[in-house]
């Protein structure tokens, strides 16, 4: 089997739609390890990528006013047990451009693998971009992800952002995400991770919001079962008039895991609002009495209250 | 044979005595409204039945269909055919309210139940049980999903609280629908309007029924109760 056809079953067995590569109406940027396997741009997206030492160096454009309709595939993995995969990417989202991204990382076999992204992004006024990230590291917990990511986001611009690791095991992970909102800007950023045996997961996410009426908010869902440990450091700055931004994290624990949340909430001006709330602890014990007067098991009640709260 | 059994069962939370020797019987498919004042111990009494956490009678038992089940657990009650809807229904993040409604069977149509308590399912099916629902929305989703389960016996405690007037009549059709699957209800309210349908009613005073009967020959005993605040020994009618 070829490698991207591996990495596309695989793809698929993770819940990602594998009739998407034969598309014409729909842009993918396809990398396994160091190579790049396959890659399909649309009108008005500029996809510029070279294969590095370590990994890819992918310059990314949606250009001036171009709205892509069907959302842009992005799929990076590591099919060995070893290896490291380091992605720079240049994101660059010009005025009134409208974009969402779908990347998929998958790591099924790591056993020793290091993934780095390190992501930097522009988003020009009035212009949107929407990125999910779904990681799938298998079974093993033998793997490194690092996410980084700098965001700079502009007059009326929006970004929205969603990682989600929740089957399998995590591994260690260390997310750092830092956004610069402009006026009137929106910003979204959302984790949601499991952590199973003993995955360490540290999760950093800032929103600098520096544009007047500009509004942010991170929220943050992490259940932890085993030795699993997390750290959610939720940050936000209102630094102008009629900045809005809220943190919210919620944590569940199980069995001997250990969870900690930080957020850190500062206001510069005075007409600026932040907000923020975070709840950690084991399973509600009202909501797993209900389910349980519904007829679930405990255990069944947990794995729905858990889902739930991942989802 | 009574389906719940309640036989002399004392209960203690701390330092206060909330039943002593409380006994209270149901017979399949009877509909038994509980009335009382606030804090008499009513959702005490639902708890004990529903076995939630911590709520075991000090002494006494309560049996459901011939068997104690003192010592089973909420699930293990649950799957004898018992169901509680709370009078305060949590909030479930990330859980729609199709998944709430086909929570154990899956195959089922949600929508059905919905209408039954006036919620249109295009509108609701799927909603997130989350803080966006109202109030009395989320009753009412709890109603639909207690019918769903098709149980034996059904616990509603206080199912009209939060509901606006004009919408009593949706909660007496869901317990006459309960009533009309089989189930008893055990049915805790302050409205003389819902008891009213009861085939029978008690008023719990003071750690026990000090009135049971006709509901509404019991309701007109609870709104001449001369007492303001418990003081035992006044009620002399048992
Ligand atoms: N954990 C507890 N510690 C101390 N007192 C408690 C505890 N739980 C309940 N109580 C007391 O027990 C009494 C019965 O409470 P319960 O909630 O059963 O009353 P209720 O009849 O349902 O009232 P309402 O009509 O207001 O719903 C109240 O006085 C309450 O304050
Ligand atoms: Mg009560």
């Known amino acids: 089997m070829s490698e991207l056809k591996e990495l596309m079953k695989v793809f698929g067995e993770s819940g990602g739609d594998n009739s998407i590569l034969a598309r014409e109406d729909i842009a993918h940027f396809v990398a396994s390890g160091h190579k790049i396997l396959s890659t399909r741009a649309t009108e008005g997206l500029k996809i510029q990528a070279e294969e590095t030492d370590t990994g890819i160096a992918a310059r990314v454009r949606v250009l001036e006013g171009i709205v892509i309709k069907n959302p842009v595939h992005l799929c990076f993995g590591i099919l060995h047990k070893k290896g490291i995969q380091e992605i720079r990417m240049n994101i660059q989202i010009e005025r009134g451009a409208s974009v969402r991204f779908i990347a998929h990382c998958i790591f099924p076999k790591a056993e020793k693998v290091r993934h780095i992204m390190d992501a930097v992004v522009e988003i020009g006024e009035d212009a949107e971009m929407r990125y999910s990230e779904v990681h799938y590291h298998g079974p093993y917990g033998g793997i490194e992800v690092i996410p980084k990511a700098v965001v700079k986001v502009g007059k009326n611009g929006r970004y929205f952002s969603d990682f989600s690791l929740i089957t399998g095991r995590v591994g260690k992970l260390g997310i750092d995400y830092a956004v610069e909102a402009g006026e009137n800007a929106i910003i979204e950023l959302i984790a949601r991770v499991f952590g199973h045996g003993d995955d360490r997961i540290s999760i950093k996410e800032k929103v600098a919001l520096d544009g007047e009426n500009s509004r942010g908010l991170i929220k943050t869902r992490v259940a932890l079962e085993d030795k699993a440990e997390a750290e959610v450091t939720g940050i936000t700055q209102g630094n102008a008039a009629g900045a809005r931004g809220h943190v919210d994290c919620m944590e569940i624990v199980k069995d001997s895991a250990v969870a900690k949340a930080i957020p850190i909430v500062n206001v510069t001006h005075p007409l600026a609002k932040v907000t923020h709330e975070a709840a950690i602890g084991s399973v509600d014990k009202r909501q797993l009495e209900t389910l349980m007067a519904h007829g679930l098991t405990p255990e069944e009640a947990v794995d729905v209250i858990v889902k739930g709260i991942l989802k | ?238």
């Open chain 2, 1 to 238: 044979m009574y389906l719940l059994d309640i036989k002399d069962i004392t209960y203690r939370v701390k330092e206060k005595e909330i039943f002593s020797g409380l006994s209270l019987a149901i017979e399949p498919e009877e509909v038994h409204a509980i009335l009382g004042k606030n804090g008499t111990g009513k959702s005490t009494l639902a708890y004990l039945v529903m076995g939630c956490e911590s709520y075991i009678p000090t002494s006494g038992v309560i049996l459901f269909e011939g068997k104690i089940i003192n010592d089973l657990k909420i699930h293990e009650r649950a799957q004898l055919g018992i169901t509680l809807a709370w009078q305060e229904p949590v909030r479930l993040e990330g859980i729609s309210v199709r998944d709430y409604l086909t929570l154990k069977k899956k195959e089922r149509n949600p929508s059905i139940y919905l209408e039954m308590v006036g919620l249109s399912p295009e509108l609701y099916l799927n909603r997130i049980m989350d803080k966006s629902l109202s109030g009395g929305e989320r009753k009412r989703i709890e109603l639909a999903s207690i019918v769903a389960l098709e149980p034996k016996l059904a616990v509603l405690d206080e199912p009209d609280s939060g509901i606006d007037m004009l919408s009593i009549q949706d909660i007496i059709n869901v317990i006459n629908v309960l009533k009309k699957n089989g189930a008893a209800v055990l049915l805790i309210t302050h409205r003389e309007e819902i008891a009213k349908i009861a085939d029978r009613a008690s008023q719990i005073c003071n750690g026990k029924i000090i009135c049971s009967g006709d509901p509404q020959m019991v309701a007109q005993y609870y709104k001449s109760r001369k007492c303001e605040v418990c003081i035992a020994g006044v009620c002399a009618y048992v």
